[in-house]
């Protein structure tokens, strides 16, 4: 793992924030496995700090579910389910969809969502430069780039329909699915043809403010993570 400073310049916030960050880096390369555990003690030692920033940044990353913690043992990466990952992937569809309901004027087009304003332009601007760096990582099967552009992608995209509460929801569901993603994807020699890269198609649709279109893209991103996930496992 990279190194982190704990020198007095850093708050105690910042370093507790710092290795909360770094830890989800690793989970989601795939470098800590599902179910490998850990203590307190071994995170302060290998990162140079005091415990309790540590332990401060364990207890945020198992609200965030993705660890497990245990009184007596410390903590250890959660291991994911098929059947979490369709659950994850219902709970983000229905929040999506009913965006979509709540943007759309009587003739369901997203009304609630301007791109000829010029800051809307240039934030979906902004979205489209991280779904093309998306596309091409996903088209290179380089993963962990990946999952990188398509995090910030949809934590973007979301923002624009104006709800900071939904944003982190989702931000939350999405950083999940892809613990879950990854750890079935770690089996595969080469991922080139295996990732989902469709994410311009769906700042078009709703550039043109097309509610069927972009319904279309992200049921077509969901069914492609569903059936890889329940794929590998039987693999």
């Known amino acids: 793992m990279p190194g982190i400073s704990g020198n007095g310049a850093v708050t105690r916030s910042t370093l507790r924030q710092?290795?909360?960050d770094a830890l989800r880096d690793e989970v989601l390369a795939g470098r800590m496995e599902p179910?490998?555990?850990f203590t307190v003690k071994e995170i302060a030692d290998q990162y140079g700090v005091s415990a309790t920033p540590v332990r401060e940044a364990l207890v945020d990353l198992a609200a965030?579910?993705?660890?497990d913690a245990d009184q007596h043992r410390g903590f250890r990466v959660h291991e994911y389910s098929v059947d979490d990952f369709r659950g994850m992937i219902e709970a983000r569809t229905l929040v999506i969809d009913g965006m979509f309901r709540a943007l759309a004027d009587a003739h369901g087009r997203l009304a609630g969502l301007r791109p000829e304003e010029p800051r809307v332009a240039a934030a979906l601007a902004g979205v489209r430069r991280r779904g093309e760096e998306a596309q091409?990582?996903?088209?290179?099967?380089?993963?962990?780039v990946l999952i990188g552009y398509d995090l910030r992608f949809w934590r973007e995209l979301i923002t624009l329909f104006g709800n900071p509460h939904l944003t982190a929801f989702l931000h939350r569901i999405r950083v999940q699915t892809w613990v879950?993603?990854?750890?079935?994807?770690r089996r595969l020699p080469d991922l080139r043809g295996e990732l989902w890269a469709e994410h311009t198609d769906l700042v078009d649709a709703l550039v043109r403010r097309d509610t069927d279109a972009a319904r279309a893209v992200v049921a077509s991103y969901n069914a492609h993570?569903?059936?890889?996930?329940?794929r590998l496992p039987a693999g």
């Open 64 to 67: 965030q579910g993705l660890l």
């Open 180 to 185: 879950c993603v990854v750890q079935q994807l």
């Open 136 to 144: 091409r990582s996903a088209l290179a099967g380089e993963l962990t």
């Open 225 to 230: 993570s569903l059936a890889l996930v329940e």
């Open 35 to 37: 179910g490998r555990e």
């Open 18 to 20: 710092q290795i909360a």
